[in-house]
């Protein structure tokens, strides 16, 4: 099994920024691709930022320029730097990893618990 901690998230004023992280643990042979997904109150849960084993990044529109997606091969961690957040961006954090079990050749999609950010205004 593949297990997700994600850390980093609280209250911040609008402007500021945070900084998320996600370890991923357990019988794991590799991982493809890392995300950030998020949801906000009565919302679906939208894709933030995606990032390949070979590092190439992908970002939702609204927070391009803003938010920064990075990862470490070595250590099974993801990362997303926000950076000038606004009210609108108060939701639920979830990291997504697509994993390989050790014992299988098939990927597997796992989340961690979500963690909250909180934007004031």
């Known amino acids: 099994q593949v297990q997700l901690v994600e850390s980093g998230g609280g209250l911040v004023q609008a402007g500021g920024s945070l900084r998320l992280s996600c370890a991923a643990s357990?019988?794991?042979?590799?991982?493809?691709?890392m995300a950030w997904y998020r949801q906000a109150p009565g919302k679906q849960r939208e894709v933030v930022a995606t990032?390949?084993?070979?590092?190439?990044?992908n970002y939702a529109d609204s927070v391009k320029g803003r938010f920064t997606i990075s990862r470490d091969n070595a250590k099974n961690t993801v990362s997303l730097q926000m950076n000038s957040l606004k009210p609108e961006e108060t939701a639920i954090y979830y990291c997504n990893v697509v994993a390989v079990p050790v014992g299988t050749t098939a990927a597997f999609s796992y989340w961690g618990q979500g963690t909250q950010v909180t934007v004031s205004s």
């Open positions: 990032i390949t084993r070979s590092l190439r990044t």
């Open positions: 357990g019988s794991i042979f590799s991982i493809n691709d």
